[in-house]
């Protein structure tokens, strides 16, 4: 009786039975053949046609056409020496469908030697221990010339597969290959081809490795790489791997840096990159739709007309160039048991999704099997949520979601978002430490949000709202140190902050930061350092203070948690209140002074938290009208005549007041503070609101010039303003008549007469 051993694998032949772990595998007789071993520790599950693999993905006819020719003609290349092409991309990019094909074409063309496809969903198909194997078992079958070495290398030492990977590859496929090379069937089909430039048949040169990251371990997807590149350097024949990836970070370490690649001629072809990814899903949704309104069984109900070219236009734009989302799709809509019509429109959002379906089961195991090996899950989300956030005027994300900016926005270590983003490549694009992150699937942004679809991984918008809330208020913080300031900087700040706070949750970070934000210190180096900058945006410190006053006034700020913020920027306002009136009094008569400012002040009647904000409002209506005071002072310094200079500002004020929501001087002091309001009309009315009120305030001061009380006559409120603020309007008037009352003696009589009839009043020619 003859056995043989392997310790490792219990590998045992006696009496005629090979065992391996105490399971009957197959009767070989006393004596065993290496090839039948080596058979049985292939992944037969991983070849290009085996049954585990029924149906695999392909590339669409007319689809992928150029990228295929350009390996078939990497192929066809009559190189010396072995070589690599990585195909790599992100998740659901087409890589097996590409790599499946290109298999398939080198099968009928007698070029395929070997093939591995890797599944995380198969142990088989996930242990990268079975590679070398696998490899060899199709070379001897493809070479039968190379069989013998194989076979004898088995019987010889049975206990190779308990060997290195290096060893393995050395000793069953370089070995083997570089011995054939040397054979005299090869050497006369090399003379055939040479002197009579006739190929007697194709030699099977082309080795394809698909999903090599989905191999079980990083560490052996590394070890693997390895060994196929010294394997590349010893081989006799050019042998042509073709190897597919996500561009997960090891692996691009490996290729990048490993003293074997970089010695190699690698080429590379990155799908993320591919011009005409989306013109090819275009083309293959075309066809799936066409089989539908072909084959289905409701076929004679779809219109030919169906789908509308806008419907393929949007599932093309949420593929992101990504197959697996139009294959996805085409999967849910294609069911013979329900209408394909009812089901693209709950792709589309027009229908909710019964709940006993999931449209996107495919596409969710596939994210949610990348987020789930991420090391800093909870970090990961923060970013995402960044970067997915739906996107608004003013939220200042368009210019920091590079990964530097993210590290500041969520009070990160510098470094950290590179590092956590760095192994998730297959998602976005990282084009450096400052430059914006792109994520390269539309489609992720639906399954965060939703939370039956991501369950643990779902992304709660109000709590990233809340993260870049502090995030934004701590870079207008450190914006605001000596040596460092910068008022465009402060003001992208500003209004990312208020964007985000504005749909917040107050938590104790949020409530800390607020409380610990100097406001009154802020405006104050604009105003004494940055006053040209405040003229360009003479509405800035205004809507500053309105903000924070409507961010009070939100649901989320109702609770006594809130009572300390109203305190802070109770005092932050009377602040610069007094910041404001130190920087007039040398222009302005101090008499003057107290009556413009008391004008819009309201009395606060109680400390309940409904009357809070509207106390806090009113203080912000008296520091618009100091900081409009503030600035025509600036800008009317020429004069010395403080009753012209209020003629001047209120004239401001009217002309304001005439002028269409649409106006592009009114459209840029909108712009000023994006976000700042749910749309431009509620800007609009609180803007006109503050406009009639500096107008009530200053006229009674301002001087009897002839050019001025003409303006007067002629003026006319825009119809906006008359619907919107009709209360007010009513008061302004009333104090025009009043003025031109006061003035009329100095008037010409055609002027009182025009006065009297466009402001209907009846005393003046009197």
């Given at each position: 009786?003859?056995?043989?051993?392997?310790?490792?694998?219990?590998?045992?032949i006696?009496?005629?039975?090979?065992?391996?772990?105490?399971?009957?595998?197959?009767?070989?007789?006393f004596h065993?053949?290496?090839?039948?071993?080596?058979?049985?520790?292939?992944a037969?599950s991983?070849?290009?046609?085996?049954?585990e693999?029924?149906?695999?993905?392909?590339?669409?006819?007319?689809?992928?056409?150029?990228?295929?020719?350009?390996?078939?003609?990497?192929?066809?290349?009559?190189?010396?020496?072995?070589?690599?092409?990585?195909?790599?991309?992100?998740?659901?990019?087409?890589?097996?469908?590409?790599?499946?094909?290109v298999?398939?074409?080198?099968?009928k063309?007698?070029?395929?030697?070997?093939?591995?496809?890797?599944?995380?969903?198969?142990?088989?198909?996930?242990?990268?221990?079975l590679?070398?194997?696998?490899?060899?078992?199709?070379?001897?079958?493809?070479?039968?010339?190379t069989?013998?070495?194989?076979q004898?290398?088995?019987?010889?030492?049975?206990?190779?597969?308990?060997?290195s990977?290096?060893?393995?590859?050395?000793?069953?496929?370089?070995?083997?290959?570089n011995?054939?090379?040397?054979?005299?069937?090869h050497?006369?089909?090399?003379?055939?081809?040479?002197?009579?430039?006739?190929?007697?048949?194709?030699?099977?040169?082309?080795?394809?490795?698909?999903?090599?990251?989905?191999?079980?371990?990083?560490?052996?997807?590394?070890?693997?790489?390895?060994?196929?590149g010294?394997?590349?350097?010893?081989?006799?024949?050019?042998?042509?791997?073709?190897?597919?990836?996500?561009?997960?970070?090891?692996?691009?370490?490996?290729?990048?840096?490993h003293?074997?690649?970089?010695?190699?001629?690698i080429?590379?072809?990155?799908?993320?990159?591919?011009?005409?990814?989306?013109?090819d899903?275009?083309?293959?949704?075309?066809?799936?739709?066409?089989?539908?309104?072909?084959?289905?069984?409701?076929?004679?109900?779809?219109?030919?007309?169906w789908?509308?070219p806008e419907?393929?236009?949007?599932?093309?734009?949420?593929?992101?160039?990504?197959?697996?989302?139009?294959?996805?799709?085409?999967?849910?809509?294609?069911?013979?048991?329900?209408?394909?019509?009812?089901?693209?429109?709950?792709?589309?959002?027009?229908?909710?999704?019964?709940?006993?379906?999931?449209?996107?089961?495919?596409?969710?195991?596939?994210?949610?099997?990348?987020?789930?090996?991420?090391?800093?899950?909870?970090?990961?989300?923060?970013?995402?949520?960044?970067?997915?956030?739906?996107?608004?005027?003013?939220?200042?994300?368009?210019?920091?979601?590079?990964p530097?900016?993210?590290?500041?926005?969520?009070?990160?270590?510098?470094?950290?978002?590179?590092?956590?983003?760095?192994?998730?490549?297959?998602?976005?694009?990282?084009?450096?430490?400052?430059?914006?992150?792109?994520i390269?699937h539309?489609?992720?942004?639906d399954?965060?949000?939703?939370?039956?679809?991501?369950?643990?991984?779902?992304?709660?918008?109000?709590?990233?709202?809340?993260?870049?809330?502090?995030?934004?208020?701590?870079?207008?913080s450190?914006?605001?140190?000596?040596y460092?300031?910068?008022?465009?900087?402060?003001?992208?700040?500003?209004?990312?902050?208020?964007?985000?706070?504005?749909?917040?949750?107050l938590?104790?970070?949020?409530e800390?930061?607020?409380?610990?934000?100097?406001?009154?210190?802020?405006?104050?180096?604009?105003?004494?350092r940055?006053?040209?900058?405040?003229?360009?945006?003479?509405?800035?410190?205004?809507?500053?203070?309105?903000s924070?006053?409507?961010?009070?006034?939100?649901?989320?700020?109702?609770?006594?948690?809130?009572?300390r913020?109203?305190?802070?920027?109770?005092?932050?306002?009377?602040?610069?209140?007094?910041v404001?009136?130190?920087?007039?009094?040398?222009?302005?008569?101090?008499n003057?002074?107290?009556?413009?400012?008391?004008?819009?002040?309201?009395?606060?009647?109680?400390?309940?938290?409904?009357?809070?904000?509207?106390?806090?409002?009113s203080k912000?209506?008296?520091?618009?009208?100091?900081?409009?005071?503030?600035?025509?002072d600036?800008?009317?310094?020429?004069?010395?005549?403080?009753n012209?200079?209020?003629?001047?500002?209120?004239?401001?004020?009217?002309?304001?007041?005439?002028?269409?929501?649409?106006?592009?001087?009114?459209?840029?002091?909108?712009?000023?503070?994006?976000?700042?309001?749910?749309?431009?009309?509620?800007?609009?009315?609180?803007?006109?609101?503050?406009?009639?009120?500096?107008?009530?305030?200053?006229?009674?001061?301002?001087?009897?010039?002839?050019?001025?009380?003409?303006?007067?006559?002629?003026?006319?409120?825009?119809?906006?303003?008359?619907?919107?603020?009709?209360?007010?309007v009513?008061i302004?008037?009333?104090?025009?008549?009043?003025?031109?009352?006061a003035?009329?003696?100095?008037?010409?009589?055609?002027?009182?007469?025009?006065?009297?009839?466009?402001?209907?009043?009846?005393?003046?020619?009197?």
């Open positions: 009786m003859s056995s043989i051993l392997s310790n490792s694998q219990n590998v045992l006696t009496g005629g039975q090979l065992i391996n772990n105490n399971t009957r595998i197959e009767s070989v007789g065993a053949n290496g090839i039948d071993i080596l058979r049985h520790r292939t037969l991983a070849l290009i046609d085996s049954t693999r029924f149906d695999p993905p392909k590339c669409a006819p007319d689809t992928r056409v150029a990228i295929i020719q350009n390996i078939m003609d990497w192929i066809g290349r009559e190189d010396e020496c072995s070589s690599v092409i990585w195909l790599y991309g992100p998740a659901g990019s087409g890589k097996s469908a590409l790599a499946q094909t298999a398939e074409i080198c099968e063309q007698h070029r395929l030697l070997a093939s591995f496809f890797f599944s995380r969903t198969a142990p088989s198909r996930s242990d990268g221990r590679l070398v194997a696998t490899l060899a078992y199709q070379l001897s079958i493809a070479l039968p010339s069989r013998r070495s194989i004898e290398c088995v019987e010889e030492d049975p206990t190779i597969f308990d060997r990977n290096e060893s393995q590859m050395a000793r069953l496929f370089v070995d083997p290959i011995r054939f090379s040397r054979s005299w069937m050497n006369i089909s090399n003379f055939t081809k040479q002197y009579t430039g006739c190929v007697i048949a194709y030699e099977p040169r082309v080795v394809v490795i698909d999903g090599l990251d989905e191999c079980h371990d990083f560490r052996v997807q590394i070890n693997l790489l390895s060994v196929i010294e394997a590349v350097e010893r081989l006799k024949l050019p042998i042509k791997f073709i190897i597919s990836s996500r561009p997960e970070s090891h692996i691009l370490r490996v290729f990048n840096h003293s074997t690649f970089r010695a190699l001629d080429l590379t072809i990155n799908l993320a990159t591919e011009n005409d990814s989306h013109r899903i275009r083309v293959f949704l075309q066809m799936q739709f066409e089989e539908i309104r072909r084959t289905h069984p409701l076929r004679s109900y779809l219109l030919e007309t789908p509308r419907a393929i236009r949007e599932l093309v734009r949420k593929s992101s160039g990504q197959f697996i989302y139009a294959s996805t799709v085409i999967k849910y809509i294609q069911s013979p048991k329900h209408r394909p019509d009812d089901r693209l429109a709950v792709i589309l959002g027009l229908y909710p999704a019964p709940s006993h379906e999931a449209p996107f089961a495919e596409l969710d195991a596939l994210y949610s099997h990348i987020f789930s090996s991420v090391y800093d899950i909870q970090s990961v989300l923060k970013i995402f949520g960044a970067l997915i956030i739906p996107r608004s005027k003013g939220d200042g994300l368009g210019n920091f979601t590079s530097n900016a993210l590290d500041i926005l969520l009070f990160f270590k510098p470094g950290t978002a590179l590092l956590l983003l760095s192994d998730l490549l297959s998602l976005v694009s990282l084009g450096g430490r400052n430059t914006p992150v792109k390269l539309a489609s992720i942004a399954y965060f949000l939703d939370r039956s679809r991501s369950g643990s991984f779902w992304i709660d918008l109000k709590t990233i709202h809340t993260h870049l809330s502090c995030g934004y208020l701590g870079r207008a450190v914006i605001t140190l000596p460092s300031f910068n008022p465009l900087d402060l003001h992208s700040a500003i209004s990312g902050f208020i964007s985000h706070c504005l749909n917040a949750s938590t104790d970070s949020l800390k930061d607020l409380c610990t934000f100097d406001l009154a210190s802020t405006c104050k180096i604009l105003i004494i940055h006053k040209p900058w405040l003229v360009l945006n003479p509405f800035y410190i205004w809507f500053l203070a309105i924070l006053t409507r961010i009070l006034e939100s649901k989320s700020f109702t609770s006594t948690k809130a009572k913020i109203y305190v802070h920027f109770e005092n932050h306002f009377d602040a610069l209140i007094k404001l009136l130190l920087q007039l009094k040398s222009s302005v008569s101090g003057h002074l107290a009556v413009l400012t008391s004008a819009t002040v309201v009395k606060q009647n109680s400390r309940a938290p409904s009357s809070r904000a509207a106390y806090l409002s912000a209506q008296k520091l618009a009208l100091l900081c409009q005071l503030f600035y025509w600036y800008g009317s310094s020429f004069s010395f005549d403080i012209f200079r209020y003629a001047e500002a209120t004239k401001q004020c009217l002309a304001f007041l005439c002028s269409d929501p649409e106006n592009l001087q009114v459209r840029h002091a909108l712009r000023q503070f994006p976000n700042s309001y749910a749309d431009h009309s509620d800007a609009w009315k609180k803007l006109s609101e503050a406009h009639l009120d500096y107008a009530s305030a200053i006229l009674p001061f301002a001087a009897s010039d002839s050019y001025f009380v003409e303006f007067l006559v002629d003026f006319t409120f825009s119809a906006s303003v008359v619907k919107s603020c009709s209360n007010k009513d302004l008037r009333t104090n025009i008549t009043a003025y031109l009352r003035v009329r003696q100095y008037l010409r009589p055609d002027i009182l007469t025009k006065a009297e009839n466009n402001w209907n009043i009846s005393s003046l020619t009197c």
